[in-house]
């Protein structure tokens, strides 16, 4: 099936709220009559975006076994990430100090997701994160972000350690999150540019990023 497909409330909402044009088809469990399904359809339907209304097997099927709340939706084919050429676009067009979220690693899609969310709820510009060894959107991402995956420009580079590099010669602080830092996050001085940096899951910061950071500081828990 050509295409990229969604599944879940939020992230097909979120599709047809930021991107509807990107949107080819709907696939919808055909015994769901509630508000939020509702909703979905008429919005489909002021769209012209066909559905499909099948049942809850064919659409576990379609989905690859992915809790899919009942709706499965077929995007275009299309790149959806941006490159590090982004990075100053980005910064240029941020309302104020910008503020950007830097994952050193982050494999867990799951992560990656709750991690976008965090991002969109706190104002951030963009998410930045390598290719290699990290995870990358997908289905299961876009539905633990909750839409935010649509809202928050997401930034894979080839070089992390050279994009950080480039953000301090624009006048981004960089800020490490480590959880033995003398001080916490709610210390950090936001009026200026800044990027929070947040390790890979268990190991936390690599060495090289970690000693590119202007200072460290951790996240109370």
Excluded at 77 to 100: I, Y
Excluded at 102 to 122: E, F, I, K, T, Y
Excluded at 141 to 150: D, F, N, P, T, W
Excluded at 151 to 177: C, E, K, S, Y
């Amino acid at each position: 099936m050509a295409g990229e497909l969604i599944h879940g409330l939020h992230a097909v909402t979120a599709a047809l709220k930021y991107e509807p044009e990107q949107v080819r088809e709907l696939w919808v469990e055909r015994q769901r009559r509630d508000a939020r399904i509702q909703a979905l359809l008429d919005q489909a339907a002021g769209r012209d975006i066909p559905v499909h209304l099948i049942e809850r097997a064919e659409l576990d099927r379609t989905s690859g076994g992915a809790r899919h709340q009942g709706v499965v939706a077929r995007l275009v084919a299309r790149q959806r990430t941006h490159g590090e050429a982004d990075v100053p676009v980005l910064l240029a067009a941020a309302d104020g100090p910008a503020l950007l979220l830097v994952l050193d690693g982050v494999q867990d899609p799951h992560n990656l997701g709750a991690c976008l969310r965090s991002a969109a709820a706190a104002g951030v510009q963009a998410v930045i994160a390598p290719t290699d060894r990290a995870a990358s959107l997908n289905a299961t991402v876009r539905k633990v972000a909750s839409g935010a995956a649509e809202m928050v420009p997401f930034v894979q580079v080839t070089n992390l350690a050279r994009t950080l590099r480039g953000l301090q010669d624009r006048g981004v602080w960089l800020v490490g999150a480590a959880g033995e830092a003398e001080h916490t996050l709610y210390e950090v001085d936001f009026t200026s540019p800044t990027a929070i940096v947040l390790g890979a899951e268990e190991k936390g910061l690599r060495r090289l990023t970690r000693e590119v950071c202007d200072r460290l500081a951790r996240i109370p828990m």
